[in-house]
């Protein structure tokens, strides 16, 4: 009796975490959705979205759903740094979490799993936003429309240079998760550190937080179908699809994530909290779930393919929801029972006391 009884109160303790201050649930959610988009992504062949076809409707994921895991990492970044338990030096506590996520994503590009893995870019991201830290919010926003303007006009000639068809540019690429390129996706991080610092609680900015990013979106939408890109330089700059880098998917991607951001933080306001816990608990341990994923790919792939390497093959089993559904009873099990997620409390455990030990 005295056991359950623990375990009772342990459960209880778990659930309060989940649902209370400091905790956004909503952002939870919202990490959830981008996990499970990103995983859907990665375990069905998406068709290119065309909103005059529901058919293709389930490509919405493709590209978006990193994005929005980039844009809540800047949400997350403002905070934590703002927040009762801020770190004493958030810029080495930024640099610290970054080479921690930079080698978790190295291990897992070493399992051959053949996805992009976004840590290797997600790392570089912590580190880009260590001089942002302790910039003013109106400053965050500038820096992030000024990049979401000017870097699609130069990713098209670097991406082009003969260097990335070499050895040493295949390297490069894996171990900076170019796929995700770090000056573009800066844009995202900085908008969602500017998002972070709005006052969440409030549903009036909540709403309007959702209604500009939704009109943002529709109007790159519907100039990409307008404007059709051209043919050449001009068309790789101005595209819409997923990770294309061009200025109508910035655009469109990243107001969608700020959109999708804030009616999380409204829906979870709402008895639907209870609903989506599941999902929530995924979000609370996003980096455990993603990484995850990846190893129970690499391990179900080698036993039912003797290979790693094999996409199409693999996603010929049909992995995505017992892959899915499967994570997600993890999780929920974990966080109930034992609390934060591994990963995240190892990355917490290797970066806060470092951080704080060299502001003394």
Not at 144 to 151: K, M, N, R, S, Y
Not at 244 to 250: D, F, R, T
Not at 258 to 271: F, G
Not at 304 to 313: N, Y
Request: charged fraction near 10%.
């Amino acid at each position: 009796m005295a056991a359950a009884a623990a375990v009772a109160d342990r459960v209880v303790g778990n659930l309060r975490r989940l649902d209370g201050p400091p905790r956004i649930p909503g952002l939870d959610l919202a990490r959830g959705l981008a996990v499970i988009g990103m995983l859907a992504a990665h375990l069905f062949t998406l068709p290119e979205i065309d909103w005059t076809d529901p058919v293709t409707w389930g490509g919405i994921v493709g590209g978006r759903s990193s994005i929005l895991f980039a844009t809540l990492a800047g949400v997350s970044i403002s905070i934590v740094t703002a927040g009762p338990r801020a770190p004493r030096a958030p810029g080495r506590w930024l640099g610290w979490r970054a080479l921690v996520l930079w080698v978790i994503g190295i291990a897992l590009i070493l399992t051959g799993v053949p996805v992009y893995v976004i840590l290797p870019a997600y790392a570089i991201l912590f580190a880009a936003a260590i001089p942002f830290a302790r910039v003013r919010t109106a400053t965050l926003w500038v820096w992030a429309v000024a990049v979401a303007l000017i870097v699609p006009w130069l990713l098209p000639p670097i991406e082009a240079a003969p260097f990335w068809d070499t050895a040493p540019g295949e390297a490069v690429f894996l171990l900076t998760g170019w796929a995700y390129p770090a000056p573009l996706w800066l844009a995202f991080l900085l908008a969602g550190m500017a998002v972070g610092r709005l006052d969440l609680a409030r549903a009036g900015v909540l709403w309007v937080t959702a209604g500009a990013g939704l009109v943002t979106a529709a109007v790159a939408e519907t100039l990409a179908v307008v404007v059709p890109a051209p043919d050449g330089y001009l068309g790789q700059v101005w595209r819409a699809s997923g990770h294309s880098g061009g200025i109508l998917e910035v655009w469109g991607s990243g107001g969608f994530a700020i959109a999708i951001i804030a009616l999380c933080v409204l829906l979870c306001r709402t008895i639907l909290r209870a609903v989506v816990l599941p999902i929530r608990t995924l979000g609370a341990m996003p980096l455990t779930a993603y990484s995850a994923q990846i190893v129970v790919w690499a391990v179900w792939a080698l036993i039912a393919l003797g290979t790693t390497s094999d996409l199409f093959g693999f996603r010929a089993l049909n992995p995505f929801w017992p892959m899915t559904l499967g994570i997600i009873a993890a999780c929920f099990a974990w966080a109930l029972l034992l609390g934060r997620g591994p990963l995240e409390r190892l990355v917490d455990t290797v970066s806060r006391p470092r951080a704080d030990r060299l502001a003394r």
